[in-house]
T-cell receptor, first 113, second 116 residues
């Protein structure tokens, strides 16, 4: 069953804590992306990676970090420097260099205690 | 620079009546255009995409969209709404031939309500 999985579905963060969101894909896609979704704002790009061991900042990278050690995995860490982390986080992947079509995972909702 | 504007934040229709969700884009070259649907607390699902082939694009679940360059529009339509169509819909633009670094530009979404 091919696709993109994200875990956990819900995540709670305490003050000053770093938390890591998981994103895995078995589509053999080269590129992976992390987005943040807030009500009424559409999706904003946090980080993206075109290839293993390489990644670039998106529009709102401050307070976040990523790694890309394996093609199928692109975890996102929300650090304590991110002062407003409550949001819905979506991971996507793509292998379509012509149209840029991206396919999305089910999302993780991060809440602050 | 590219941008996309969804003209309605909320649309309400009755079951069995037509659906029209409006999207205008701005791009200095012929873009790729997409419609995605998102059900509550779910990821985004690709409904359809325009990639400079046929201007009338058919998607899943009976949806279609027409690319009109003269009007810079890419409106989403469906002849007859179903209760399961209630969701948020995003119009998205991307430059062509940009490789996997294509930064998708998302509209702010249109919330579709379907009344019984």
């Amino acid at each position: 069953d091919g696709g993109i999985t994200q875990s956990p579905k819900y995540l709670f963060r305490k003050e000053g804590q770093n938390v890591t969101l998981s994103c895995e894909q078995n589509l053999n896609h080269d590129a992976m992306y992390w987005y943040r979704q807030d009500p009424g704002q559409g999706l904003r790009l946090i980080y993206y990676s075109q290839i293993v061991n390489d990644f670039q900042k998106g529009d709102i990278a401050e307070g976040y970090s990523v790694s890309r050690e394996k093609k199928e995995s692109f975890p996102l860490t929300v650090t304590s420097a991110q002062k407003n982390p409550t949001a819905f986080y979506l991971c996507a992947s793509s292998n379509d260099g012509h149209t840029g079509t991206q396919y999305f995972g089910p999302g993780t909702r991060l809440l602050v205690l | 620079a590219q941008s996309v504007t969804q003209l309605d934040s909320h649309v309400s229709v009755s079951e069995g009546t037509p659906v029209l969700l409006r999207c205008n884009y701005s791009s200095s070259y012929s873009p790729s255009l997409f419609w995605y649907v998102q059900h509550p607390n779910k990821g985004l699902q690709l409904l359809l995409k325009y990639t400079s082939a046929a201007t009338l694009v058919k998607g899943i679940n009976g949806f279609e969209a027409e690319f009109k360059k003269s009007e810079t529009s890419f409106h989403l339509t469906k002849p007859s709404a179903h209760m399961s169509d209630a969701a948020e819909y995003f119009c998205v633009v991307s430059p062509p031939y940009g490789g996997a670094t294509n930064k998708l530009i998302f509209g702010t979404g249109t919330l579709l309500a379907v009344q019984p």
